[in-house]
């Protein structure tokens, strides 16, 4: 009983509690009805993720003790240091990342190749002995380089890195990002040009995080694309479009449906909300958004 009402007390001062434990569900000006039962059902069909950065406001034991609450099993783009306090809370970390990864630097330049490959083996290695399966990577800025040659960089850079990894049994995962407002020049800017990427290399452990916000900035076409692309894709990241923030029907994209349209290609890896809170209370948009996505 004691220990039952102190997670009521935590909740509650992180604003969430009563929306789990007494309210069976809740519909916002956003139109979506939020089924609060869901949240927490063990039969869920979809595996619930969240990237990190979006609430670095709340201490990351905190905030992996609430997103335990709302179903949420795994935190997105942690490092290192960070695995340890999700684990201790049931959770995993479902992307890895590390302060020596950059957007813009990446396997597209050869002169990057010899510091990313040292600095990414012992990132997969401690991901590996985490029982992490996911690291995230990066095209890197274009800076004038035709795709052919970013192709053929991104090949020679990887495949040494996918060797290693096959053997510890991580994926490599390139994120895609729109270069039209948020990533200017980012060369992985389109879903074909990362399935070309992946098709040339050849490996069961390289495959794309497909970021939904980015790809409607870029090409549109969501669900045709992800019946398209699926095979290529082990990862998915959700925002609204325009303005980067919740999922509901504030923004264009109809979340339901692509969500219905990324399980049925058979998907049973991680969709982590990755959008920039606007609602005063952030955990409440996050329940909102577990709720749209929940089937």
Not at 38 to 62: F, G
């Amino acid at each position: 009983m004691a220990k039952d009402q102190s997670r009521r007390k935590l909740l509650k001062n992180l604003g969430i509690g009563a929306g789990l434990l007494a309210i069976p569900s809740f519909s916002n000006a956003s139109g979506f009805d939020v089924a609060i039962n869901n949240l927490q059902d063990p039969t869920s069909k979809i595996n619930h993720s969240v990237c990190r950065w979006c609430y670095a406001d709340i201490p990351l034991k905190e905030f992996a003790i609430a997103c335990r609450e709302l179903g949420i099993s795994a935190i997105d783009l942690l490092k290192p240091s960070e695995w340890q306090i999700v684990q201790e809370q049931g959770l995993t970390c479902s992307m890895a990342t590390d302060d020596f990864i950059s957007l813009t630097d990446g396997f597209n330049d050869p002169e990057n190749h010899q510091k990313l490959q040292s600095a990414y083996i012992e990132l997969i290695d401690k991901a590996a002995d985490n029982d992490i399966q996911n690291v995230i990577c990066f095209s890197g800025s274009r800076r004038g380089m035709d795709n052919e040659t970013g192709w053929n960089n991104c090949v020679d850079g990887l495949r040494p890195l996918l060797d290693h990894a096959e053997t510890r049994n991580v994926t490599l995962v390139m994120e895609l990002l729109n270069s039209k407002v948020d990533h200017p020049d980012y060369m992985a800017d389109h879903t074909s040009w990362g399935a070309e990427l992946a098709r040339r290399l050849d490996r069961p452990n390289f495959k794309l995080l497909y970021d939904i916000y980015h790809m409607q900035i870029m090409e549109g076409d969501i669900i045709r694309n992800i019946r398209e692309f699926h095979p290529y894709i082990n990862h998915y990241h959700t925002a609204g479009n325009p303005g980067r923030n919740e999922i509901n029907n504030s923004q264009e994209l109809n979340y339901p449906a692509i969500i219905q349209a990324i399980y049925d290609t058979g998907f049973d890896g991680y969709i982590a909300q990755e959008f920039i809170p606007t609602f005063e209370n952030k955990l409440k948009a996050l329940e909102e958004a577990i709720g749209i996505c929940t089937i």
